[in-house]
C-alpha cells in the first residue's frame, strides 16, 4: 500500500513537516484512536441533518402550490421571466406531465407534473412521496417548513459560536493555504477512492464543508427570511440584496438542489471511507487514524 506523505494538518501541535498520514491503512495494522469530533459538532450535525430532511420535504409542499421559478421582480402570465416551470397538459396521447428549464420541455410523466397511479393521477409538481404532508396542505407544509426552520437556524448558531471558541472552524473548516496547494492531489486520490484518515479534514472536506457551512447554510436562511413579508418590514434591503423576491425564491430552490447533491456524494464518500470508523467518529467523537499518523499530544487519545 502506497504511503505517500502529506504534511500534516495546520493546528495538528507538535506534528513535525516530515510527518506523513499515509494513504490508507494496511491490512491488520490499526493507527491511533483519536478524539477528533466535539459533542457540538456530533449533536449540530445530526439535528441538521434531521432538520434537513423535515424543511426539503416541507418546502417541496410548499413549492408545489406554485411550480415554477423566476429570476428578477415579476412573476405571473403577463411575464416570460420563467427559468422553471413543471405542470401538466392534455395532448393528442392523454394527460401527460412536463418540465420546462430555460426553455426546454421535457416530458416527466410519472415523476414531475403527473405522478400516482395511472387510474388515479396526481397533478402536482414534486410527487407525494416527497412532499410532507404527502396530500395538497399548504397550510401544514408551511407550519412544518417555519418551526423546523428556526431549529435549523439555532442549531447553525451553535456551531458557530462552539466552533469559534474550541477552534473547530479555523482548524478543520478554513482552508490554509497549504490546503489550496494539497487540493488538486486530494481531489485526485477523492477520485480514486484513496482515502487518508487524519486527525483533521483533508483539504477536499475542508472545502466541501466550508462551501456548506460558510455559504449554502446562511444563503437558504438569508434568501428564506428574504422571502417572508415581515422581514420585508423589518429588513427591507434583505430581497435587494438578492435582486428581488423571485430571484430569492429562485436561490432557495437552487441551494436546496445543491444541498441534496452534498447529501448524497457525502453519503457515498462515508460507506466508501469505512462507515463504522466514519459513524463512529459522529457518534461518539473517536477516529481510527490511518498507522503512521503522528501523535499530537493535544489529542484526547484511547491506547485500542
Ligand atoms: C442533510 C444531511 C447532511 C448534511 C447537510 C451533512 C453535513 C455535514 C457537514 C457540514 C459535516 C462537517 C461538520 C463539521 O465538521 O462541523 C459533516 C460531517 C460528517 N457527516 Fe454529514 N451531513 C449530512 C448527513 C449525514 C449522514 C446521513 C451521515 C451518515 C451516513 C453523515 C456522516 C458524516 C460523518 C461521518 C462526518 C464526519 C466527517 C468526516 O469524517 O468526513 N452525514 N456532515
Redesign the pocket.
Known amino acids: 500500500m502506497s504511503s505517500e506523505a502529506v504534511a500534516p494538518e495546520a493546528g495538528q501541535g507538535t506534528a513535525s513537516p516530515g510527518d506523513a498520514v499515509p494513504i490508507a491503512s494496511r491490512r491488520g495494522e490499526k493507527g491511533p484512536l483519536v478524539y ?2 466535539s459533542i457540538f ?1 456530533r449533536l ?2 445530526w439535528v ?2 434531521v432538520a ?2 423535515f424543511l426539503l420535504l416541507s418546502g417541496l409542499q410548499i413549492w408545489n402550490a406554485h411550480p415554477a421559478l423566476y429570476i428578477g421582480q415579476e412573476s405571473g402570465f403577463e411575464y416570460d421571466n420563467a427559468i422553471l416551470r413543471i405542470g401538466a397538459e392534455n395532448t393528442p396521447e392523454g394527460p401527460r406531465g412536463f418540465t420546462t428549464v430555460f426553455g426546454h420541455k421535457f416530458d416527466t410523466t410519472g415523476l414531475l407534473g403527473m405522478s400516482g397511479p395511472p387510474e388515479r393521477p396526481n397533478y402536482v409538481g414534486f410527487p407525494s412521496w416527497s412532499t410532507i404532508p404527502s396530500f395538497r396542505d399548504l397550510a401544514t407544509g408551511r407550519v412544518v417548513h417555519f418551526f423546523v426552520g428556526w431549529i435549523f437556524v439555532a442549531t447553525l448558531a451553535v ?1 458557530l459560536l462552539a ?1 469559534l471558541v474550541n477552534r ?1 472552524l479555523w482548524r ?2 478554513i482552508l490554509k493555504p497549504r490546503d489550496l496547494r494539497d487540493l488538486p492531489r486530494d481531489l485526485w486520490d477523492h477520485l480514486r477512492l484513496r482515502f487518508r484518515h487524519g486527525r483533521s ?1 483533508s483539504p477536499l ?1 475542508k472545502l466541501s ?1 466550508f462551501v ?2 460558510v455559504i449554502l447554510f446562511p444563503t437558504i436562511i438569508l434568501t428564506g427570511l428574504a422571502m417572508s413579508p415581515g422581514m420585508n418590514a423589518a429588513w427591507p434591503w434583505l430581497i435587494d440584496i438578492f435582486g428581488g423576491r423571485q430571484t430569492a425564491r429562485t436561490i432557495h430552490f437552487i441551494v436546496m438542489v445543491l ?1 441534496v447533491l ?2 448524497v456524494v ?2 457515498a ?3 466508501a ?1 469505512g ?1 463504522l470508523n ?2 463512529r ?2 457518534i461518539t467523537g473517536y ?1 481510527r487514524t490511518s498507522p503512521g499518523t503522528p501523535p499530537d499530544p493535544t489529542d484526547r487519545e484511547k491506547a485500542t
Open positions: 477528533r469530533q459538532t449540530t450535525h441538521w441533518a434537513l430532511f456551531w466552533s473547530h478543520d473548516i479534514y472536506q464543508y456548506v457551512l444541498l452534498f447529501f457525502h453519503v464518500m462515508v460507506v471511507a462507515p466514519e459513524l467518529s459522529m477516529y
